[in-house]
């Protein structure tokens, strides 16, 4: 089992940045490819950013490449994502995943909202 909590969630203007982090605990989180995800109201959730073991090629979907960042310190068990340049289309609670193999996550956050006020 695999315990993930994410904080750093907030209110920000537009063009802001925000860092959301996702503690990971209970089997070494170092193990696992971690994914953050978002879901707006009315809208399926999406991925925004996933990141491997060893942090090589992270993926990030195109509507915030260039603006968004995900990052991770294995010594802490802790994966970033550093959100630059923020849209009010970035509304919304941002959650963190983590899967071991396979295209599946299997262990998620209890989310995080941000909210980007223009």
């Known amino acids: 089992q695999v315990q993930l909590v994410e904080s750093g969630g907030g209110l920000v203007q537009v063009g802001g940045s925000l860092r959301l982090s996702c503690a990971a605990s209970g089997r070494t989180g170092s193990r696992y490819t971690m994914g953050w995800f978002r879901q707006a109201p009315g809208k399926e959730r999406e991925q925004v950013a996933a990141?491997?073991?060893?942090?090589?090629?992270?993926y990030y979907a195109d509507s915030v490449k260039g603006r968004f960042t995900i990052y991770r310190d294995n010594a802490k068990n802790t994966v970033y994502l550093q959100m630059n340049s923020l849209k009010p289309e970035d509304t919304a609670v941002y959650y963190c995943?983590?899967?071991?193999?396979?295209?599946?996550?299997?262990?998620w956050g209890q989310g995080t909202q941000v909210t980007v006020s223009s």
């Open positions: 995943a983590a899967k071991s193999t396979g295209t599946t996550y299997d262990y």
């Open positions: 990141i491997t073991k060893v942090g090589i090629s992270p």
